[in-house]
């Protein structure tokens, strides 16, 4: 089975905005990227030659440099194209999935296509046909915003009518030319009420390539429906079957929204989730968010597909918007899938990593740019895509090594968490196929050093959520400035990680107390250093933003000269320096004043307390800061520690401001009373450790976190009870 990859290449239409993921991600003017692409192992990458792109204008104001040079390009890497010329597209402006001229205009530019690169042999003219028709118009998100039966059999016909009309146009030029034909492969499961529903779309599914097939004729499941409430003429309907195209491999996607459950009963599910159809009201609930057992998954769906059509099947979008450890999980278990239905006899050719440089606002369905960002097998936030683990993960697959990575040894959230549920959990089980949730034998866990502090009991809970075998230990079972106290717990646990989150954080009393401070913060640190590099296991240990003088007024990056101003942020510049140099792999995060809702003696939770009280609480409007969310510090800190990153990094929620302007913004979320809050100058504290006047925290390599403004509204919503107005 081989291992391919895609890009996502989305050009969807908005009203008259055009939305593209190429733009947003940077790869529209990466080349280079390719190389990177190419040495994941993948033999083919789904790659786009779009038309909206190539020829908005007309065939005759084409402009083909772009796929001129990243055509040539893979050829030369050795990486088989296969090339898209609409993905979730309407075409250029001239013309729309509903113009009965769709086909025949798509068709002259696959023609186009063709005759440029006669050596081209893979081929997805339109990606997604029936998904594509369904949010275009039926649904209404898309372009051209229709929300009617009838024009959801135009837009579908008119897709499927472009690609077998486009592949004869290509196989005019190269008679070997190939049609992988992509869409979103479900299931509907429903309670005995909603089954007449759920049947429809089971069949339903089916469409796109059943209509290229050539199955869709007389005695077709939904052949009544489609000429009745859909208004089809017989034909236009048996065309396809008198100009079958057959997909030379169809090409499946699979998603975690792609299994769907029904219910009458609306009202046990949350809001979004409740619809109707031809009168009747019910809910529509991804299987994950309200089975208790888990459907057969992906495996079944192969089964499925391989025994109604019995042609060669492939993996053609697999993803899931999640923390780094559910990525790998997903992606690990979807491989596992294919095998065990390639085990079971079916053409399972190759398993596609989609979105290899990330997509955007998919969780709005691409309607709006929000800035949502999800990673793939690469980074894009920072000037240059950084590698991520999904990378390393590729790289075993492309060779056949079974999949090692510690988080592995745990199932995903979608078997694993009882909070995936959004609704009591319905008990019935509708598949004996069994997922299979673990991956790994390797259980190896993650110790965390400081298990009565914040930060240490923040990783713990955490690393519960997100499935991490953990071990929370406190100073009594690892004292991190004792070597001996260190080599028995890796003796006893065997980590493959360790998190410091252990160290002297009384910034004040350090300034009387620094012998202790320095054990703890720089002397500890190096000790584990040491003895993690000694062993090859990772190592995440933490500094402060008091590391700098403030004398500068844009925020600081990690290259910046420390001058520390008091004896803490002296124990933390000397520990980044001593553990780079003991253990060059280890990762080195300077963050900010935290704030989270677990804490009740963090900033924000003190204010809001006060103001609750009506105490006076004293901000300093001459100090910048860079407030960090503890929720994001910590998940930051474990993907890049999945990542295997290493080096300085700086993570805090984007945005800088002064104490008083996060006081007034804080208590104006909470809708707290202020008039027992004032701002004041940082000399009336009377603060015993000089601080610097500014802080701010800023990094070029890749700003993972939220910006400040999400993080307090999140706040505010995980703590609301403790900040109900006076």
């Not at 039966?149 to 837009?155: L, P």
């Not at 472009?162 to 979103?184: C, F, S």
């Not at 309200?290 to 993803?319: I, N």
């Not at 979320?669 to 000399?683: G, I, K, P, W, Y």
Request: proline share 7%.
């Amino acid at each position: 089975m081989e291992l391919w990859g895609g890009i996502e290449c989305t050009v969807n239409r908005v009203g008259d905005q055009y939305f593209s993921q190429l733009e947003r991600s940077g790869h529209a003017s990466r080349p280079e990227d390719l190389e990177a692409v190419a040495a994941l192992g993948v033999r083919a990458l789904r790659y786009p030659v779009l038309w909206e792109r190539t020829a908005p204008d007309g065939l005759e104001h084409a402009d083909w440099r772009w796929p001129d040079e990243r055509l040539a390009r893979l050829r030369g890497l050795g990486v088989a194209p296969i090339a898209g010329l609409v993905h979730h597209g309407s075409g250029p402006r001239h013309t729309s999935l509903v113009d009965p001229q769709f086909p025949a205009k798509l068709a002259a530019y696959a023609a186009a296509v063709a005759q440029r690169y006669p050596w081209l042999e893979l081929y997805t003219p339109v990606n997604e046909p029936l998904t594509t028709a369904r949010f275009s118009a039926l649904y209404g998100v898309w372009f051209p915003h229709l929300r009617d039966e009838r024009a959801f059999k135009d837009a579908l016909l008119n897709q499927c009518r472009a690609t077998a009309l486009a592949m004869r146009e290509i196989r005019r030029v190269n008679p070997q030319a190939r049609l992988v034909q992509t869409d979103d492969l479900g299931k509907t499961y429903s309670t005995p009420a909603m089954a007449w529903h759920a049947e429809h779309l089971n069949h339903r599914r089916w469409l796109g390539w059943d209509l290229l097939c050539g199955r869709v004729t007389r005695d077709h499941p939904l052949w009544e429906w489609l000429t009745g409430r859909c208004g089809a003429h017989a034909g236009e309907l048996l065309w396809f079957a008198d100009h079958p195209c057959p997909p030379d491999i169809v090409g499946v996607n699979y998603y975690i929204t792609s299994e769907r459950y029904l219910d009458e009963n609306e009202h046990n599910y949350p809001e979004p989730y409740r619809g109707g159809y031809e009168g009747r009201r019910f809910a529509d609930i991804e299987t994950a968010r309200c089975l208790a057992h888990p459907t057969g998954g992906l495996q079944v769906l192969l089964r499925e597909a391989w025994e109604r059509y019995r042609l060669p099947l492939a993996v053609t979008e697999a993803h899931i918007d999640a923390p780094r450890d559910d990525q790998l999980r997903w992606l690990a278990g979807l491989w596992r899938a294919c095998e065990r239905a390639r085990e079971a006899g079916a053409d399972m050719r190759a398993f596609t990593v989609w979105a290899l440089f990330g997509s955007f606002d998919w969780n709005c369905l691409v309607q709006e740019q929000r800035g949502y960002y999800e990673p793939g097998a690469f980074d894009v936030r920072g000037p240059r895509p950084r590698p991520t683990a999904i990378g390393g993960l590729m790289r075993e697959l492309a060779a056949g090594e079974l999949p090692h990575h510690p988080v592995l040894s745990s199932p995903g959230w979608w078997i694993r968490s009882e909070t995936r549920h959004f609704c009591p959990p319905v008990a019935e089980r509708f598949c004996e196929d069994e997922v299979e949730a673990v991956l790994s034998t390797n259980t190896r866990p993650i110790l965390i050093a400081g298990g009565t502090g914040t930060l240490g009991n923040a990783f713990a809970r955490i690393c519960a959520e997100r499935g991490l075998s953990h071990k929370l230990l406190c100073r009594a079972e690892l004292d991190i400035a004792d070597p001996a106290s260190i080599e028995s717990a890796l003796e006893r646990y065997q980590p493959w990680a360790i998190i410091n989150a252990a160290g002297y954080v009384r910034v004040d009393q350090a300034e009387h107390d620094a012998e202790r401070c320095f054990r703890e913060n720089t002397h500890g640190p190096a000790a584990l250093a040491r003895s993690c590099a000694r062993h090859g296991v990772r190592l995440a240990t933490f500094s402060s933003d008091l590391v700098f003088d403030g004398r500068q007024r844009d925020p600081y990056v990690e290259d910046d000269r420390v001058a520390p101003l008091n004896v803490y942020g002296r124990s933390k510049a000397q520990a980044e320096q001593r553990v780079l140099e003991l253990h060059p792999g280890a990762l080195v995060v300077r963050t900010s004043a935290f704030f989270g809702p677990w804490d009740q003696f963090n900033y924000i939770t003190q204010l809001l307390r006060a103001l609750r009280e009506g105490r006076e609480f004293l901000a300093a409007h001459d100090t910048t800061v860079s407030p960090t969310y503890v929720p994001d510090l910590v998940n930051g800190c474990l993907d890049l520690l999945i990542d295997e990153e290493s080096g300085l990094w700086h993570l805090a929620n984007s945005g800088a401001v002064t104490w008083g302007q996060l006081a007034l913004r804080a208590a104006e979320l909470a809708q707290a009373d202020r008039r027992t809050l004032r701002l004041c100058r940082s000399e009336e504290l009377g603060l015993p450790a000089p601080r610097p006047a500014f802080s701010a925290l800023a990094s070029p390599r890749t700003p993972l976190l939220p910006p400040l403004e999400d993080a307090l509204r999140r706040y505010m919503l995980h703590t609301q009870p403790v900040h109900l107005r006076r």
